[in-house]
């Protein structure tokens, strides 16, 4: 792949910096801007409660996949495949979503900060008869036209406060009135302090502290599983590599049995063979055949498998290529033995989900403080401030209580409207004060003492799961590092081998052309060469195997790769 083909791929989820692939665990701009609340009145505002979230789901085609392409093969490196897998793959794109559900659930915590603001406005219109002297009207007929607005936001230090204003407007055919309609208007403000429970900053924002820490540890997990799905990529490669080399030690096999039959004929047709010695090259030559069926079908399901992994089954043109990988299949040589414990200290400072249990008690001690502060009593401080005032068309009477009432005499009207009211409000002509104390004492409180029970209880659950996998990293890294020396001692025996059965065969091959020995024994020393090339195969693909198993156990995978997750 030329430095061309990777500026071209730069652009997108996976970019190519410093020979790294790094992993955005973030969704695009437009999908996480819908899930942000923005600010009345702004017009995004409009736009996102009044207008309908689009249900229908995009799913981008695979990307990437025509940068590999070379002469109508897909050619691909174990560090091409990589990345690949990480910008096509269906599973590592649901790893990237479930970050998302933690994103909104700290933004859900912020929603008890939201200010609401809350408006009313009735009219109501009465007529009823009167049943008294001091109705003063025989029908009494009123409207009252209410209207309220009040503004409620709690603070990060637990304090809530108000802000509220009313007027109204009521109007009526009562000759007692003296305004008429009488226009009025109400001011108030009020806060109320938590002095024990729910007290403080710290204790206030803890919903958002922990729902931070699970994410942290949810970060943690989704590594983790990229991790292990990395494992399940690279491992796929690998049996592409294994099933190929085997189709291939199977077709030399084929053309040396081939060789040996028409040879074994030859030989009868001139009567140096005995007619009962040809079966034995023809069942060898059957079984080399049926051996390269069954290596050519085995390697078309790891190609399958391999094209899932980087959704070339999803492109009809690149799926229909064939692929060509370019790794080695011998490892590198690698004298030097691995340190155990200093394997195990690595895996036990980079494993991410021991880091996720590490966090994990973490949230549970703010989980167990926020059970501590269910069970305080909840002490209260109220305080409350109101200035009001009236205004509207002022009547003086006279003869107000003669006859029925209905016969009082206007002496004189003065105009008035809602600006006297509101001079009034802000004059603070008539202030009403308030302060209060409200205590909420639970004589028995089962729920909360239940709560903090099971808190402490997930924590000692939680620290005995840190332990058990502690254990569990320090057991699979040392089995990794055993089957990884294993292994490469097996590949060595395995080139031992393989040289060995070469020359034996060279061998059988001299004696039985100076009439030595018969065929026999050239026929089981190819046989024993095929079985000494599929276990050199097998050793050097699991030694691979063992590799990455052990990268993986210690967590250092992804930098191994070269992948950083953000």
Known sequence: MNESRRQRGGSQIITMRFSRITLCLTLATSLFAQSEAPVFPQPSYFRHHFTTAPARVSLRPPV?????????????????????????NTDIEI????????????????????????????????????????????????????????????????????????????????SFATFNPSLTARLNFGFTQPLLRNRGRDVVRLPITIARSRMKATEFTTSDQIMRLLVTAENNYWAVINARESLRVAQENLKLTDASLKRSQRELELGALSPLEIYRPQADYARAEINVSQARFRLIQAEDTLRRMIAADLDPEIR???????????????????????????????????????????????????????????????????ASGRGGNFFRRTNVFSGDGGSSSILQMTPGGFGDALDQVFNFNYPVYAFGLTLRLPIRDRAASATLADALLTKRLDALRLRSLEQTIRQEILNAVSDVESSKASVKLAVVNRDLAQQALDAEQKKYELGVNTIFFVLDAQQRLVEAENQLVSTSVQYRRNMVSLLRATGELLEARGVVIQ
């Open 64 to 88: 990437r996949l025509p940068d590999f392409v070379a002469d109508n093969t897909l050619e691909l490196s174990l560090r091409a495949y990589l990345e690949l897998v990480l910008v096509n």
């Open 95 to 174: 790893q990237r979503l479930s970050v998302e559900r933690d994103k909104n659930t700290i933004q859900r915590a912020y929603g008890v900060f939201d200010p609401i603001l809350t408006g009313s406005f009735n009219a109501t219109r009465t007529k009823t008869p009167a049943s008294d002297a001091l109705a003063g009207a025989a029908t009494q007929n009123t409207l009252n036209q209410p209207v309220d607005f009040s503004y409620r936001q709690q603070l990060e230090t637990g304090t809530t406060y108000n802000v509220g204003f009313s007027a109204s407007k009521f109007s009526t055919n009562s």
């Open 320 to 386: 229909r290529l064939p692929i060509r990988l370019t790794e080695p299949v011998l490892p590198p040589s690698d004298e030097q033995m691995i340190d155990r414990e200093s394997a195990v200290e690595r895996g036990l400072a980079n494993r991410p989900d021991f880091r996720a249990s590490l966090t994990n008690l973490q949230t549970d001690d703010l989980t167990i403080r926020q059970a501590n502060n269910g069970l305080r009593p909840d002490l209260g401080l109220t305080g409350s401030y109101a």
